[in-house]
């Protein structure tokens, strides 16, 4: 049993000033481990009748040089693919579909027809992550845009 009490924490004071800025993970490939898979419903902002599915998939890497430079042991990223979906809701297998996600099957070599294949059977792999920077709100963060074999 923990003997962490939120309630004496909330009541402490510091005199010490937070970062305000984060450090992103260098660009380039890295090698990094998926940890989580999420599906995520999302709707056009200006067209709400228009919408899908979404497939989040958290990077993460402790490599110890990343964490120098960032000043984080635990690195992490998003990678973030839309869906193809088929007029019904099903995933589209059609030619020129889903191809991001079909890459990211190639990268943890889940991608062979007739193999059983669900979301979660990304977990645990390990990839070579395509990492670039963007500003988003005026802050310099990581961006995975692909994936592929270590």
């Not at 005199?15 to 260098?26: A, L, M, R």
């Not at 990223?77 to 190639?106: H, I, S």
């Not at 294949?117 to 977990?123: A, I, K, L, N, Y």
Request: charged letters at 25%; one cysteine or more; a neutral charge.
């Amino acid at each position: 049993m923990s003997v962490f009490d939120p309630t004496t924490f909330a009541q402490m004071t510091f005199t010490d000033s937070n970062s305000t800025e984060t450090v992103p993970i260098p660009v380039g490939d890295q090698l990094m481990d998926i940890e989580k898979v999420e599906i995520k419903a999302w709707q056009k902002k200006d067209d709400p009748s228009v919408g899908g599915l979404k497939l989040n998939m958290t990077l993460k890497t402790e490599d110890p040089e990343i964490a120098t430079l960032t000043g984080r042991k635990v690195n992490k990223v998003v990678y973030e693919m839309m869906l193809d979906l088929t007029p019904t809701g099903g995933l589209d297998f059609g030619k020129g579909m889903n191809v991001r996600l079909g890459r990211a099957r190639e990268a943890c070599n889940l991608n062979r027809p007739g193999q059983p294949f669900g979301f979660d059977m990304f977990v645990g792999h390990q990839v070579k992550a395509a990492i670039s920077h963007e500003v988003w709100q005026q802050t310099l963060q990581a961006r995975c845009t692909g994936i592929t074999r270590p």
